[in-house]
Each structure stands twice: as structure tokens, then as C-alpha cells.
Nanobody, 117 residues
Framework: QVQLVESGGGLVQPGGSLRLSCAAS????????MGWYRQAPGKQRELVAA?????NTDYADFVKGRFTFSRGRNTVYLQMNSLKPEDTAVYYC?????????????WGQGTQVTVSS
């Protein structure tokens, strides 16, 4: 299993930047896949960016060229540039782990991002 703790959210003006962090309780290299999701009020949770242990990184079309997903030893990051009001949401870190007993999804508690002037 893994515990995930997000940080870095806040209030930012349109066009500004934020960097979200997700600290994991185990090495990122031991996790099969990780991603950032977001959920705006009244909307379903949606994928923002994700990578697999195979090395592929995928981005949602609405963040391509603006957001960058990177990783350290025990932490993953989401650098968000050129933020728009429609990026306002709670951002969640997600981990997917496959074991001999099955596959499991883990979520952080979320961090609020508000883009407003």
C-alpha cells in the first residue's frame, strides 16, 4: 500500500503558475502508475496527467503545453503554468499498484487550486 499527501495548492491569478507536490510513502519506482486528477464543483473527476512504470507520460488535451508532470525519488510534481479560471478544481494524486494479490488504487486527500482575479 501507499499513502499520498498533496500540497502546493492555493489561489492564483489567471496566467499564473503553481507547483503541486505529492509525497508518497514508498519509492515512486515501486508504483506501477501515478497520475494527477482534478474535480471541479458539479463535475466528474478527470485525468490531468499520468505516467506508468514503463516510462510513458500522458496529458489531457486541455493541459498540454501548460502542465508538466515530473517525479523524484518519493515525490511527484505537477508544474502548472498559464493557469486559467477553468483549471479551478481540487487536484488529487493517484497511485495504482499491482501485486500478486490484486491491483489497488490509492488517492491523496486533494489540494484546492483556485484561479481567479
Amino acid at each position: 500500500q501507499v499513502q499520498l499527501v498533496e500540497s502546493g495548492g492555493g489561489l492564483v491569478q489567471p496566467g499564473g503558475s503553481l507547483r503541486l507536490s505529492c509525497a508518497a510513502s514508498r519509492s515512486i519506482s515501486s508504483i506501477n502508475a501515478m497520475g494527477w486528477y482534478r474535480q471541479a464543483p458539479g463535475k466528474q473527476r478527470e485525468l490531468v496527467a499520468a505516467f506508468t512504470s514503463g516510462g510513458n507520460t500522458d496529458y489531457a488535451d486541455f493541459v498540454k503545453g501548460r502542465f508538466t508532470f515530473s517525479r523524484g525519488r518519493n515525490t511527484v510534481y505537477l508544474q502548472m503554468n498559464s493557469l486559467k479560471p477553468e483549471d479551478t478544481a481540487v487536484y488529487y494524486c493517484h497511485a495504482y499498484i499491482v501485486t500478486t494479490r490484486g491491483s489497488y488504487d490509492y488517492w491523496g486527500q486533494g489540494t484546492q487550486v483556485t484561479v481567479s482575479s
